[in-house]
């Protein structure tokens, strides 16, 4: 702080007090002691007192070890509450999670076995259509078979009524 304000910081006392240490040091050889020395001295003296009246009203200011203390049981205090309320947060949580896991595991089962009743019935329909589609060919193959044997069985039966009528 400046000197205009009633106040000095501890580092200004200490240099104002060494610069009047100094002041008094510095003596002219004579059989009196100046005027001007003894003053300097009495303002060490002065600046000295200042300086023990700050120091003396810093140690009022200064926390005392209860102070300390019970400071620090209530961050203790706070900060276990706050390691309470984090487990009970990861708690609901956990119970969220595994809720919607089984949720979700319900509807996984669920679309799982709709699937295989879908591919179920498409599998029983196509085996269906497939059998319609085999009796289908057999049904062609069949009368396929009877149209190309009825040129053979034409040409048979006229070779067979040639060869009646050449032999007679």
């Known amino acids: 702080m400046s000197s205009e304000y009633g106040?000095?910081?501890?580092?200004?006392?200490?240099?104002t007090a060494r610069a009047h240490m100094k002041k008094?040091?510095?003596a002219i050889p004579c059989t009196a002691v100046m005027d001007v020395n003894w003053k300097a001295l009495i303002a060490a003296m002065n600046t000295q007192i200042d300086m023990l009246a700050a120091i003396q009203k810093s140690l009022t200011e200064l926390a005392t070890?209860?102070?300390?203390t019970s400071y620090m049981d209530g961050q203790i205090?706070?900060?276990?509450?706050?390691?309470k309320s984090s487990r009970e947060l990861t708690e609901?949580?956990?119970?969220m999670m595994e809720r919607t896991l089984a949720a979700s595991t319900e509807r996984m089962s669920t679309a799982t076995e709709n699937m295989?009743?879908?591919v179920g019935k498409a599998s029983e329909s196509f085996s269906?259509?497939?059998s319609s589609?085999?009796?289908t060919v057999r049904a062609f193959t069949k009368r396929s078979m009877l149209i190309t044997l009825i040129p053979t069985a034409v040409l048979i039966i006229w070779e067979l009524i040639r060869h009646i009528f050449l032999l007679t």
């Open 7 to 15: 106040t000095k910081s501890s580092t200004e006392l200490k240099d």
């Open 24 to 26: 008094a040091e510095i």
């Open 65 to 68: 070890k209860e102070d300390i």
């Open 77 to 83: 205090t706070i900060l276990t509450e706050y390691a």
């Open 92 to 95: 609901q949580f956990t119970e």
């Open 116 to 118: 295989c009743s879908q």
């Open 128 to 130: 269906q259509s497939l």
């Open 133 to 135: 589609e085999q009796e």
